[in-house]
């Protein structure tokens, strides 16, 4: 299966933007849900944002909606997590995660991904006030 290998991440001052790269390792992102996470210190792990490699179909959460855009590139095999006018809140680290699509018959893509994606090492972005 894929393993995801995320970078991209950085220290940004307040209204800033950072482009977050999840390259696909291993295997091809083709058939997969991929997915951003992230966790911030003393905090649970939030879904932040999916995207289906079959019909490119993106969701996000509610806090990123009109400031983050997932994207992806098949000729590079990478999914991208544009990141624009950031805010301290969005301090995490940011881990990219991917499963097959048919692992997901009767679950959401977030909740799938978090039960049975392969996860990446993770990259820290920082936002300074």
């Known amino acids: 299966e894929v393993q995801p290998v995320e970078s991209g991440g950085g220290l940004v001052q307040s209204g800033g933007s950072l482009r977050l790269s999840c390259a696909a390792s291993?295997?091809?992102?083709?058939?997969?849900?991929v997915g951003w996470f992230r966790q911030a210190p003393g905090k649970d792990r939030e879904g932040v944002s999916t995207?289906?490699?079959?019909?490119?179909?993106?969701h996000y959460v509610d806090s990123v909606k009109g400031r983050f855009t997932i994207s992806s590139d098949n000729a590079k095999n990478t999914v991208y997590l544009q990141l624009n006018k950031l805010s301290p809140d969005d301090t995490a680290i940011y881990y990219c995660?991917?499963?097959?699509?048919?692992?997901?018959?009767?679950?959401?893509?977030?909740?799938?991904?978090?039960?049975?994606?392969?996860w990446g090492q993770g990259t820290q972005v920082t936002v300074s006030s």
């Open positions: 291993g295997s091809a992102f083709d058939g997969y849900f």
């Open positions: 995660t991917a499963v097959p699509i048919r692992k997901c018959s009767g679950y959401g893509g977030f909740t799938c991904l978090a039960t049975f994606g392969s």
């Open positions: 995207i289906s490699m079959s019909d490119r179909d993106a």
